[in-house]
């Protein structure tokens, strides 16, 4: 089958929805289908964490290229790194349309390639992929935002034609039947939690062995992976490291300007056994968390991601 994803993500990124998205076309690709993922090319222009200048310039660079850019992420092996992808696809960069135009320019690009199938993440998309009379599925992960969220929602939901609701719970299910009236029949919703890549935490290292390889220290090791956006429970385990002042507690992931902020907290209330780490490239995250003796997600009642407005917290599934 020929699928067109059409994502609002930054592509490079480190954020967990441009992970979401780079894991989710790379599973559909693993099944056999044709597919190529379409995103925007003038997202804003900032590095991603944790690599350097000249590689943040190499990912970076399509954004001087022509209107489409399409490369296969085999001929760019630093995607594969970054977001541990078992199967490769084609991405095309958007150009030339600011984001309020690119979810209808993205449905008509997608149409030039005859697809049979649309998978999207932006209810706009999902609607303009409706109206063309094309198979679509919308993929959802939080609630309709904005003053004209809950009518795009709305819309997909009332218009004819093939579809279906990708939810990632039940409770967003409800939340959109019970909150923003957007009914579907129970044929057309899909519950599809978050997933895991099991196959590359079936032969991992003891503990102690992971940790010397990539150089932590010899401690009962308590550890997290992940943003530090607000609600990610941070202050919980910054309290939990000053309980258990023998474990060596250890964060995986996050901002420059976050890690620098939370180590300055730490040295702050004299905690010599926390670390943060920043930023790993996807591909070398189940090491890290092989390194530990026990995982934490310390998720307050509040969940912001990574545009700080948006509260995941009863909906959520998260991808651990």
């Known amino acids: ?73 085999a001929e760019r092996t630093n995607y594969q790194s970054l977001y541990g992808l078992p199967t490769t696809f084609p991405i095309e960069w958007l150009r030339g349309s600011s984001r309020r135009f690119f979810t209808f320019n993205s449905v008509r690009h997608a149409l030039s390639h005859k697809p049979d199938l649309l998978y999207v993440w932006m209810p706009q998309s999902a609607v303009f992929g409706l109206l063309a009379r094309v198979p679509t599925i919308f993929e959802i992960h939080i609630q309709p935002s904005g003053l004209l969220g809950p009518a795009w929602h709305r819309a997909f939901a009332k218009l004819r034609g093939k579809k279906r609701l990708a939810c990632i719970t039940h409770a967003m299910q409800k939340i959109l039947r019970d909150d923003y009236h957007m009914t579907l029949p129970d044929s057309d919703i899909v519950i599809a939690p978050n997933g895991v890549d099991l196959e590359r935490f079936a032969s991992l290292s003891a503990p102690e062995a992971a940790r ?47 890690v620098a902020e939370w180590s300055a907290k730490a040295k702050t209330r004299g905690l010599i056994n926390v670390t943060f780490l920043g930023f790993v490239p996807n591909i070398e995250l189940p090491n890290y968390l092989a390194a530990a003796d026990i995982l934490l997600m310390p998720y307050a009642r509040s969940i912001l991601g990574s545009s700080g407005l948006a509260d995941s917290a009863a909906v959520a599934s998260p991808m651990k």
């Not at 943003?227 to 429970?233: D, E, F, I, P, T």
């Open 212 to 258: 010397q390889s990539i150089g932590l220290t010899q401690a009962p090791t308590v550890l997290c992976a992940g943003h530090l956006y607000a609600g990610r429970g941070t202050d919980l385990f910054l309290a939990l490291a000053e309980s258990v002042s023998a474990a060596h507690f250890v964060w995986v992931g996050g901002r420059p300007a976050d």
């Open 1 to 73: 089958m020929k699928i067109i994803a059409i994502a609002g993500s930054r592509i490079p990124s480190d954020t967990a929805n441009s992970i979401q998205v780079m894991k989710a076309c790379s599973a559909l690709a693993s099944l056999g289908h044709d597919l190529t993922l379409i995103v925007p090319a003038n997202s804003p222009n900032s590095p991603i964490s944790g690599l350097d200048t000249a590689e943040n310039h190499r990912l970076l660079d399509h954004r001087q290229l022509p209107i489409i850019l399409s490369r296969s992420v």
